[in-house]
């Protein structure tokens, strides 16, 4: 943590510079001493201090000052940092002054001019106050500072972008915190222009693109080099899998992420059912465990990054990137996974971000507390989110087309539900309306087997209803099925003929697309299990498929 600050305030230079002198003296080595000569400048010091969220543990300031006398100073600088010790220097003529400030303004203590020797009349003084002020000292959170408006999808942008990358921030609501209003005055930011996000230098950024808050975070976005052996579009566990097995083997390696590791999987609040974890873990901790041991083996993660393109030129393959670079490497994976499906509906789109979400949206949880949280779905991604959000929320209630859970999630998750008292499911259920101005205040959902239609009030709906992949860019490149999903190895195959455009002659390995040395792994794969373990398994076992590609290449 960063020293407290003392701060002494003189229009006198040499007395400034005397007190100054002696506090550096004897506390230099716990506080960081800061001086000024007129109590604006000051004032204009303590704005950047409540940016830099650095506490003030005492005032030391003279009284006679033209402009601001001390007292008025006091007065003001309160209301910034109201734990701080106060305390006036003093001219005997002042003396009364001092005293009507102690009885209106709470100054904790006066000290006469001059204060020669500090041993004996300024050190003891300062001693008691300083630890009075430490006794009753909570140190302030460090890092991130998130200020903004709940309904904001700029807001919800930046909150999940570091919630997913698990970067620590505090939220702040304008709305609801003073701190946060006061805040936006000093960085001199009006409502229209939040979110504002504090960082811990100082420095702060105003409604940021989650590429500014990644490189201002230390985020790597760009390569290190023009080649690699192996670039992995996509984050997710079966990209991981594959980073962490051919770094490990030797090979230069670098992941492209476009939001954040961990992929869809990553949202999830609770995976059960995956080996070797008994009591289950959450998508968070299962990417942060992945990422560390990637970098352990020197694989390059490049997040946030999309990838535009590719193409093929001899025996080399190119992407290029959103910001227009490019890099190029003699094998690719394509781990890309899949998006959340849109739900198409009057008032959906208008209101997403502002009470309205797709997948679990954890960043959003404490915002629920105490209040009625709608969820659309009923596989194991909805199910995970109810159990989640029952720990903040009043009530959950699951809306699913079908007759029960049965068909479409895990038998663990059902029982979890079943016995968690504030969730319900409807069945036959689905939403046909969201309503709202600025966010959502309710939603009109519609039973198919009573064909009742009733509009219920509702601030928070979370969304799963099945995933699609992002594939698009590909057209025209690499071979896919009519809903996107990208073809490999005997799947190519179409009634004994061979793949148009194959140059080799053997035929492409299990994991293989079209183009030789271009592979697909992971819920993006026509065929693949949607599992985390299956992808895990199909990125660990591409290597393989990667090294016999190389060792005819290289």
Not at 446 to 467: C, D, K, M
């Amino acid at each position: 943590m960063a020293k407290p600050v003392i701060i002494t305030v003189d229009d006198d230079p040499e007395v400034l510079q005397a007190v100054a002198r002696d506090l550096r003296q004897e506390y230099g080595d716990r506080f960081r001493i800061i001086r000024a000569d007129s109590g604006a400048s000051a004032l204009e010091a303590l704005e950047q201090l409540k940016l830099r969220n650095q506490p003030v543990s005492l005032f030391l300031v003279d009284q006679r000052m033209p402009q601001m006398s001390g007292v008025e100073f006091l007065e003001q600088a309160m209301s910034m940092f109201p734990d701080a010790k106060r305390a006036l220097l003093t001219a005997y003529a002042d003396t009364d002054a001092a005293i009507r400030a102690i009885n209106n303004t709470k100054i904790d203590y006066y000290l006469m001019k001059p204060w020669d020797p500090p041993e004996e009349r300024l050190y003891p003084v300062l001693d008691d106050l300083l630890d009075d002020w430490q006794a009753g000292f909570h140190p302030p959170f460090e890092g991130i500072r998130v200020i903004g408006n709940r309904w904001s999808p700029y807001s919800h942008q930046v909150k999940d972008f570091l919630a997913r990358n698990q970067v620590p921030y505090q939220w702040l609501d304008i709305e609801l915190s003073e701190e946060a209003q006061k805040l936006a005055e000093y960085s001199e930011c009006d409502k229209l222009h939040l979110p504002i996000v504090l960082f811990g230098d100082g420095s702060h950024v105003m409604q940021p693109t989650n590429l500014q808050v990644a490189e201002k975070i230390g985020l790597r976005t760009q390569a290190e080099k023009p080649f690699y052996d192996l670039i992995i579009v996509g984050g997710g566990p079966a990209g991981l899998a594959a980073a962490v097995y051919a770094a490990s083997e030797g090979l230069r390696t670098v992941m492209i992420e476009r939001e954040a590791p961990g992929g869809q999987a990553g949202t999830s609040s609770r995976i059960e059912n995956y080996l070797g974890f008994p009591t289950g873990l959450s998508g968070g901790d299962l990417a942060r465990r992945g990422v560390t041991q990637a970098k352990r083996f020197g694989v390059e993660i490049l997040t946030p990054q999309e990838v535009k393109g590719i193409r093929v030129e001899n025996q080399y393959r190119f992407v290029q990137l959103e910001d227009g670079s490019e890099i190029s490497c003699h094998a690719l994976m394509l781990a890309l996974g899949v998006s959340w499906r849109r739900l198409d509906i009057p008032g959906l789109d208008r209101l997403t971000g502002a009470g309205v979400y797709y997948g679990a949206a954890q960043a959003e949880a404490m915002s629920c507390q105490d209040e009625d949280v709608y969820i659309v779905g009923g596989a194991n991604s909805a199910g995970q989110a109810a159990m989640y959000f029952s720990r903040y929320a009043k009530h959950v209630t699951m809306l699913i087309r079908g007759d029960s859970l049965t068909k479409s999630m895990s038998q663990y998750l059902i029982d979890q539900i079943a016995q968690t008292l504030n969730i319900t499911v409807k069945t036959h259920t689905s939403v046909r309306e969201a309503k709202g101005e600025t966010s959502l205040e309710s939603i009109t959902i519609h039973n198919s087997l009573t064909g009742e239609t009733q509009t219920v009030p509702a601030t928070s709906l979370f969304i799963f209803i099945g995933a699609v992949p992002r594939t698009e860019w590909l057209d025209g490149v690499i071979e896919r099925d009519q809903h996107g999903y990208i073809i490999t190895g005997p799947d190519l195959q179409k009634d004994g003929q061979r793949i148009k455009g194959w140059t080799l002659e053997r035929d492409p390995f299990l994991l293989e697309t079209n183009i030789p040395g271009v592979f697909a792994v992971g819920d993006v794969r026509h065929g693949s299990v949607k599992r985390v373990a299956s992808g895990v398994g199909e990125g660990s076992i591409c290597v393989q498929f990667v090294h016999r590609y190389l060792s005819n290449v290289l």
